[in-house]
């Protein structure tokens, strides 16, 4: 996924930049700003799907809440918090590639590591998917409880790979002092 956005990006570039990428050095310089745009069009696009989700959560907290089912609604705001906390620290991550000057330099191993993870972001917006229709299918039902434990469980996944995400910088910054 990570290769077609900047696949995306470098096919977009404009004929200047093009020119200049001829240039000794300049080359160098474009790729890494059209990684760096890559990167954040990949973050963007990971927040707009776990927003999305919460979004769904939070519709089926205004139907609990109109059915009366005030009981489930704390264990949806768990989730929906948790969800929504991921994507703004999603859209808000420090950039997956360093410039010239930025304090942490990131190396070709490490840029393959946070691939790796936005990758497993991806993979999560969807299973946060499968279990939001899961809350959805289950209300009414003896599995809503078990369905809703397994919202919050995921939603605890997506942090936790977001924080490992954020190793690979702290590592990085404490290689550079």
Excluded at 18 to 37: A, C, H, M, T, W
Excluded at 61 to 80: K, M, N, P, T, W
């Amino acid at each position: 996924m990570s290769d077609q956005i900047f696949g995306k990006i470098a096919s977009d570039m404009d004929p200047f930049k093009k020119i200049l990428s001829y240039i000794p050095g300049f080359k160098g310089y474009v790729e890494r700003q059209n990684r760096r745009d890559a990167d954040k069009l990949l973050r963007e696009t990971i927040a707009e799907r776990f927003e999305q989700q919460w979004g769904r959560i939070s519709a089926i907290q205004r139907e609990f809440i109109s059915s009366g089912d005030i009981a489930y609604v704390d264990d949806l705001e768990a989730a929906a918090i948790k969800l929504r906390t991921f994507a703004d620290r999603v859209r808000r991550a420090t950039r997956g590639y360093s410039g010239l000057f930025d304090a942490v330099k990131i190396n070709e191993q490490e840029l393959t590591q946070l691939y790796a993870y936005d990758a497993t972001m991806l993979g999560l917006a969807d299973e946060v998917g499968r279990a939001v229709d899961n809350v959805e299918a289950s209300v009414g039902g003896d599995g809503l409880p078990a369905a809703l434990r397994n919202l919050r469980n995921i939603s605890q996944q997506c942090i936790d790979v977001f924080d490992r995400r954020e190793e690979v910088f702290l590592g990085s910054g404490q290689s550079q002092s």
